[in-house]
């Protein structure tokens, strides 16, 4: 497992090796913090150590508590990244903004998407825009902050929205190293044709979430950040939705025996087999995740509308039959309870 290092790419990270430290050196500081962060990324490696995060954590900590922004970057990285089983969004924030008080261009462009994402900090669109551009303006070669920028002029993250601007910032990066993924990003500005349908969204994305959180590779607060959710669609340049983002609500119930749901409630379904309700289960006693939907069925006898009580497996829809109960949240989430207690 390799360092997870200082250059972002959509969400994602590129390796970083020792040797690239070597190349970098002059930048980190002193012989000794140079030397004890080689030690941490052989550590974090399992590189001719045996793999100890813990230690290089403590090791990068020592380190990072003298003021050295290089290996402050690299926790707020380490406390970002679910490889390291180690995810405080908390600590990240700490670390990220010391190492951009310290000037780190990395890490300010870090701390943006924090406070863009509300991880480890409140919710400041317009911060995180200030953070991205300061990036930018400090390091002209940090490719990636560009890239994001033009996301933030595009989707209008904390300054109104230009895709002017954006298309301005995507179309300088062409011939450099990120030139594929600019490129991608203005065919799809140009062809301005991608869009999220509320069934991809009800019955593929939210599942496919709550999976990947019972897996430990998803944070919880995405499956109630309605916000969050619009911001995840958006950092993809998407801009075209079948729904209204402010018809749809999450909330949290605390159950009986260690049992929550999360109620969301979407828009009236004008359509078969779309959502009046979906519930998200958690069971944290048995560490166990179900999706349940009330989906909008067809009725040949009547004129009013029928439901079906459901659910949503990672490889398949489940049929559980007709839903007679009153259409309320209430009356759906005891259902739920009801049928998973008695499963």
Known sequence: MKYLSFILLS???????????????????????????QLAIKYLDGDSLEQDIPQAIAILTDVANKGNAYSQAM??????????KSVDYNKAFHFYSLAADNGES??????????RDGHGTTRDVKRAFELMSSAV??????????????QYYYAGWGTERNSTK???ILTSLKGSKVHLYANKYLDDIKGDTISVSNYNFQFRWLPSVLFAYA???????LLTDVYGMQLYFEKQMVTHFDFEWKEISATMHHCKNDIDIILYKMPYPQRVPLCLYIAALVDRKDNTCKYFTLEKTLSLDSDDDKFMF???APQSHL??????????????IERVLDFYNNK
Not at 75 to 84: E, F, H, K, P, R
Not at 140 to 145: G, K, Q, R, V
Not at 321 to 330: L, N, R, S, W
């Open 75 to 84: 926790l707020g990285d380490i406390y970002t990244d679910y490889n390291y």
């Open 215 to 221: 897996e430990g590779n998803a944070d919880e607060s």
């Open 319 to 332: 049929n559980y039959g007709m839903y007679d109960g009153k259409k309320t949240p209430e009356a759906f």
């Open 166 to 168: 954006a298309i301005d």
């Open 11 to 37: 969400l994602l990270h590129f390796t970083v090796s020792a040797q690239t430290v070597e190349q970098q050196s002059d930048t980190i500081g002193n012989d000794d913090a140079y030397q004890q962060i």
């Open 310 to 312: 459901c659910g949503v």
């Open 106 to 115: 990395y890490a300010q462009m870090q701390l943006a998407n924090m406070y």
């Open 137 to 150: 303006s400090n390091n002209d070669e940090l490719l990636y902050a560009k890239l994001q920028l033009a």
